[in-house]
């Protein structure tokens, strides 16, 4: 049950959900890489165009001798692009959850670029908050293209930038890459495509149910469907019962009405002041932005955005941070709060960490909060410690 350890909503609740990280195993990256490749979805075709064409831009906000920090291991043609551009770059240090996805994108890299350093980072970088000690003392910059930070709500993307800006450090630089297209009809088919990769894609997560938790899982009696939710501005993926039916998983039984579905996936395609509002939050103002437009058959248009962030300068970085432990006093967590000795964090943002508010435990100085306090109230949040040293 590895798998779903931690899923904080699951599967036992009247509205089904599933961990988005339940994509990924060896068959996931297949189908998303083949996804990639459809005629409806140009989301990966237009950045990649987009970095062609600005690559030398971007080089010019990149200083020689810097760390080029990417936040997904890659040996992608995006990753090559910017190495391309930036030849008096100082080091790489792609980071990965993944041992073995570092290993490969390592190796797929080494021969071509044999006078690039390349420091790969394995774990949660949440957890161990430091760049390898090849990258002390460099001008950094981060790379976090895909518009994976899509596939995160608002609040755990302002998280995840905060993670990002504590780890890249005071001075440091951000490439961002997201799709900002909203068109419904563009979108349904893009995450619903003729050929069924995606809806296979979708599968794949009860396949691995089966696979790794027990589960029995009639993949036919689960349809794929993509729907455009305009008021969250989001797409959505859902797996739907074709009939009432009873699943087991790990000797629980899971009842499904036909209709009922499992909401697997959410893409979200925030405007790009909506991204400045959540970069600005998490400690990154904006320094340049590209959009990259391409006129659909309809008539609507794919528009993808790559932009170029800094962290606040000297004498508006956050004076403050929250640190979260959690039970068992484990460092969890720091969070950057800009101009001001104390540090709030909402629940939203608490569970967006994966961590229950009765979990939370806050250190701070504050003299209105003692430490350790308990932080169990909803609607309002810690006081976090004061900072000497940003
Ligand atoms: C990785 N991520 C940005 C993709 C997206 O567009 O949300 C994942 C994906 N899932 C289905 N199609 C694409």
Not at 12 to 26: E, I, Q
Not at 205 to 229: K, P
Not at 336 to 343: E, K, N, R, T, Y
Request: hydrophobic content about 40%.
């Amino acid at each position: 049950m590895a798998l779903l350890r931690g899923d904080p909503v699951g599967l036992s609740v009247p509205r089904k959900t599933l961990p988005s990280k339940c994509f990924y195993d060896a068959e996931g990256s297949r189908l998303f890489e083949a996804i990639c490749e459809l005629p409806e979805y140009h989301v990966m075709r237009m950045e990649t165009a987009q970095l062609t064409d600005i690559a030398s831009e971007l080089a010019g906000f990149v200083r020689d001798g810097a760390a080029l920090v990417e936040f997904g291991s890659s040996a992608s043609a995006k990753t090559r692009l910017l190495l391309d551009a930036l030849p008096g770059l100082g080091c790489y240090v792609p980071i990965d959850i993944s041992q073995a996805a570092l290993d490969w994108a390592v190796a797929a890299l080494v021969d071509d670029y044999p006078g690039l350093p390349t420091w790969p980072l394995a774990g949660d970088f949440t957890v161990r908050p430091h760049l390898p000690d090849g990258a002390d003392g460099r001008p950094v910059v981060g790379f976090f293209p895909g518009s994976t930070i899509g596939n995160l709500p608002s609040d755990e993307a302002t998280a995840f930038l905060g993670r990002v800006r504590m780890l890249l450090g005071a001075g440091s630089s951000l490439i961002l890459g997201a799709d900002h297209t909203r068109a419904a009809s563009l979108l349904v088919p893009a995450y619903d495509d003729a050929q069924g990769v995606t809806a296979a894609f979708n599968r794949n997560v009860l396949v691995r149910l089966n696979r790794e938790c027990g589960a029995d899982f009639d993949l036919a009696m689960f349809e794929h469907r993509a729907v455009w939710n305009a008021t969250e501005g989001r797409v959505e993926m859902h797996l739907a019962s074709r009939t009432d039916q009873v699943v087991v998983l790990g000797g629980r039984r899971i009842a499904f009405a036909a209709g009922e579905t499992i909401h697997t996936k959410n893409s979200y395609k925030y405007h790009p002041e909506q991204l400045d509002g959540l970069a600005t939050r998490a400690g990154w103002e904006l320094a340049e932005r590209w959009l990259h437009r391409l006129t659909a058959p309809n008539g609507k248009e794919w528009v993808f955005g790559t932009t170029i962030m800094n962290a606040w300068h000297r004498g508006r970085e956050p004076k403050a941070r929250i640190a979260f432990t959690d039970r068992t006093h484990q460092f969890r967590q720091l969070i950057p709060v800009p101009g001001s000795s104390i540090a709030s964090i909402s629940g939203a943002e608490c569970r967006g960490l994966g961590l229950g508010l009765s979990q939370i435990r806050c250190l701070s100085d504050a003299p209105s909060s003692p430490n350790r306090t308990v932080c169990d109230r909803p609607g309002l949040w810690c006081l976090g410690e004061s900072l000497n040293d940003t």
